[in-house]
């Protein structure tokens, strides 16, 4: 650890020189994170680009598994890039993640696709993708370090700070730039080449970035160890070999890093999940709660890196853990019953069963979130947990069918193995008696319009009875004339029905609350302030624990083995603990039939940390790090 400071002189402002230390660190540092972020924001483009010999399903778990790709390399980049960082220097490092981040990312959007080039393709996207990843393991230690090792006593802090905002500036670039490309070209452009044209801007941001970074300076404590002779010559084991060092290591992990990557992950990424997939409001809505959150939030990493300075980084560190520990449940319930009353009603009135052999029953962990589930319990609860709906698993009998039973209603479910090719039939006959119960019950579902052709009439009135219609009615009511090759290429005829029908054009019926069934948010009793005063909080607990670790982090380690050192815990934190996060909060609801459980998940992982960090973790702010 680096030695305690003595006899220093009092803080000082700002030089011009530090200002282009940390405009140009904390630019290159947003440039990466957009690079990183576009992915996942087109990650249904690139799949039908790069994947389209698959189905749909599989291609979704390809594009997914790719996108993950990214995140779990970040450590191996940490330590590759930490090594080259300790051994030639902050500057130059840091130069070759960038042009690697953007290189990669402009490939990306020249890549040829599938269709041109095979499976070569999706071999290069991931390819190209896992650079991606390598390279932010570097980029973020590198940044820090060069900052903090620039900055003077009593203000590394506030320096650092800066760095913290750049992830979520990096996503509203991302964001705001694909926003405005789709808005000028429309929709259906942006779908066939136009998602490309965000990737190929990261050739003009990463020119910029290295023509910023090539003016500057090789950080004063490396500069100063070099001419000292003193650097390290292989800082991986002097850092993860040597117990003096690892231990630091181990402590920045579990006793930091850990629970600020499940706060900020809840804090950021859940909360609008949980928004949008639990709560069921309206994507564009949430994603605006979001960002006014964020927004207003953003200020604060600056302000608690600059009490840091202050008080010290531990202890607001601590405060944030305590604080995500003991509110989130109460705080996520207030933004349910802001978010969706009605759900929230219904979910305290009603409570599903499901009654089950118990060995049908799994843990549901889905990172991909395109996991096929077979079992009939499995697929209970899955789509129970999908609608957001409390449920309990009673024991059945050994071998029986998973039944659902809700209210008065009781809907058995299927074993999608054994169903084999009427898996499909089973699945929607379940589905829509599920569906008719919950809305017996009171949940917020609305039933949409159906398009139905005039061959299929008979059949979907005789399966519909509880829409009360007759086949005469609905034939003497409006009706549109369509070919019957467009209804083969919208999916309304087979080719073989369409073959049997033997006519050029057919009639289709739109019937009105047919089709499929929706849990929805009533937009008009959506209570926006509340839900930004929540999301906002949160925000402001993600600040307090993620605005003063940079420095902090900088601070545990001596500059010989600093850059590796810090490195490969932030990644792993980050990467691992916080980057499963989603997954594993959905597969623990499912498992338990609670939407809250899941938040079990950052709850002990930051008690966890809370724990070993006031036990082992060390105050830094007065470290000497020029040691």
């Excluded at 044209?197 to 290295?210: A, E, K």
């Amino acid at each position: 650890m680096a030695n305690v400071a003595s006899g220093r002189a009092a803080p000082r402002s700002m030089t011009a020189e530090e200002r282009k230390v940390i405009f140009a660190s904390s630019l290159g540092t947003v440039f990466e994170w957009y690079d990183f972020y576009l992915y996942g924001s087109l990650a249904i483009y690139i799949g039908a680009t790069f994947f389209s010999q698959y189905p749909e399903t599989t291609r979704n778990i390809f594009t997914l598994l790719a996108f993950a790709a990214g995140f779990l390399v970040r450590p191996f980049g940490a330590l590759v890039f930490g090594r080259l960082g300790d051994l030639v220097g902050r500057k130059y490092t840091f130069l070759v993640t960038i042009v690697i981040m953007g290189a990669s990312t402009f490939l990306v959007g020249v890549l040829p696709g599938s269709a041109t080039i095979g499976i070569a393709a999706p071999i290069i996207l991931i390819a190209l993708r896992m650079l991606q990843g390598l390279a932010l393991g570097g980029e973020y230690g590198g940044a820090a370090t060069y900052v903090a090792e620039h900055a003077p006593h009593g203000r590394r802090g506030f320096y650092t700070s800066w760095i913290q905002t750049t992830a979520t500036l990096g996503l509203f670039l991302s964001l705001l730039i694909i926003l405005g490309i789709q808005t000028v070209l429309g929709k259906d452009a942006f779908a066939a080449w136009g998602w490309r044209v965000p990737f190929l801007l990261s050739s003009i941001l990463l020119g910029i970035s290295v023509w910023i970074r090539m003016q500057m300076n090789e950080s004063p404590a490396f500069k100063k160890m070099k001419e000292e002779g003193t650097h390290s010559k292989a800082p991986l084991s002097e850092a993860f070999g040597q117990w003096k060092n690892a231990k630091f290591a181990i402590i920045a992990l579990f006793g930091a890093v850990a629970g600020q990557a499940v706060v900020w992950y809840a804090g950021q990424f859940y909360a609008l999940f949980f928004l949008q997939n639990v709560l069921k409001v309206d994507a564009q809505a949430a994603n605006i709660m979001v960002a006014i959150a964020l927004g207003i939030g953003t200020l604060f990493f600056v302000v608690f890196g600059w009490l840091s300075d202050k008080i010290g980084r531990k202890p607001i560190i601590m405060a944030g853990l305590l604080l995500a520990m003991v509110t989130y449940f109460p705080l996520f319930k207030a933004m349910t019953w802001a978010g969706n009353p009605a759900l929230a009603q219904a979910q305290a009135t009603i409570k599903a069963t499901v009654t089950a052999d118990p060995t049908d029953c799994n843990f549901q962990f889905n990172p991909t979130g395109t996991a096929k589930f077979t079992t009939s319990c499995d697929i209970a609860t899955a789509f129970l947990t999908k609608n957001s709906v409390p449920y309990e698993v009673i024991a059945g009998a050994a071998g029986s069918t998973a039944t659902i039973k809700l209210g008065d209603s009781q809907i058995e479910s299927y074993d999608a193995i054994k169903a084999g090719a009427n898996a499909k039939a089973l699945d929607g006959a379940m589905q829509k008696k599920v569906n008719i119960a919950l809305h017996d019950s009171g949940y917020p579902l609305v039933r949409g319009a159906i398009q139905v052709p005039d061959s299929k009439l008979d059949a979907f009135v005789a399966a519909n009875p509880e829409l009360k219609l007759t086949s005469d009615t609905v034939r003497t009511g409006a009706k549109a004339m369509v070919p019957t090759t467009k209804l083969v290429s919208d999916k309304l005829l087979t080719a073989d029905e369409a073959a049997k029908a033997a006519v050029p054009e057919m009639a289709v019926y739109k019937i009105a609350n047919g089709g499929n069934f929706t849990m929805v948010a009533d937009p008009a009793n959506v209570n926006w302030t509340s839900l930004i005063a929540i999301l906002t909080v949160l925000v402001i607990y993600v600040t307090m624990v993620y605005g003063p670790i940079a420095a902090m982090l900088v601070e545990m380690f001596p500059t010989r083995i600093r850059y590796s050192a810090m490195s490969l815990p932030y990644h792993i934190g980050n990467g691992w603990f916080g980057g499963l996060l989603p997954a594993t909060a959905f597969a623990m609801s499912a498992a338990k039939g609670d939407i809250y459980y899941g938040l079990w998940y950052p709850i002990v992982i930051a008690g966890i940390t809370f724990v070993i960090g006031m036990i082992f973790l060390k105050e830094t702010k007065d470290n000497d790090i020029d040691g």
